[in-house]
Antibody
């Protein structure tokens, strides 16, 4: 069974940093493209970014709202996806989901981890 | 970025009804359109991919179709477990973008 488990969320002050992790199991993580999607409280889904597999150059793409502040990376030896978030703003408050970017569709999704940016 | 305009933003229906949700892309996205269902406090779940292909395990009362840049999700014979929020997503061009969501409530 494919499982994605996010961790690392919490409360952080504006301007601060946080690193989220997503532990993957049940599939070949090293050959998977992976994505982060977020959802602000009471709002819709927002694509954050994506990382391709190593053989595709581990190329990353980001939404404009986070480009230059967020960095997606992966450690295939640990089956783990990361989201490094710097210069956090109040509007970055959201549940962050890790998901397998499988043939142009997002499936499955982790349970999400809440990031709250507040002073 | 490609804009996805989803409508309606909300609708009410009864068990047994049929409903249709529409997503319009701001440019051609071929068939690169997916539909997700999200229930309160849960992660989204993939329902339909490539505009009209049903994800494994999803009931056949869910159907997807495309006409140009217009995409529809139809749910026939609504069941109690279908009341949720539905999102479309285009994966044709990065960045991927979602529709605003449609909340389906029980009438």
């Amino acid at each position: 069974e494919v499982q994605l488990v996010e961790s690392g969320g919490g409360l952080v002050k504006p301007g601060g940093s946080l690193r989220l992790s997503c532990s993957a199991s049940g599939f070949s993580f090293s050959t998977a493209w992976m994505s982060w999607v977020r959802q602000a409280p009471g709002k819709g889904l927002e694509w954050v970014g994506r990382i391709k597999k190593k053989s595709d150059g581990e190329i990353t793409d980001y939404a404009a709202a986070v480009r230059g502040r967020f960095t997606i990376s992966r450690d295939d030896s640990k089956n783990t996806l990361y989201l490094q978030m710097n210069s956090l703003q109040i509007e970055d408050t959201a549940v962050y989901y890790c998901t397998w970017y499988y043939y142009d569709r997002l499936n499955p999704w982790g349970q999400g981890t809440l990031v709250t940016v507040s002073s | 970025d490609i804009q996805m305009t989803q409508s309606p933003s909300s609708l009410s229906a009864s068990v047994g009804d049929s409903v249709t949700i529409t997503c319009r892309a701001s440019q051609s996205i071929s068939n690169s359109l997916n539909w997700y269902q999200q229930k309160p406090g849960k992660a989204p779940k993939l329902l339909i991919y490539a505009a009209s292909t049903l994800q494994d395990g999803v009931p056949s009362r869910f159907t997807g179709s495309r006409s140009g840049t217009d995409f529809t999700l139809t749910i026939n014979s609504l069941q109690p477990e279908d009341f949720a929020v539905y999102y479309c997503q285009q994966s044709y061009n990065s960045p991927d973008t979602f529709g605003q969501g449609t909340r389906l409530d029980i009438k």
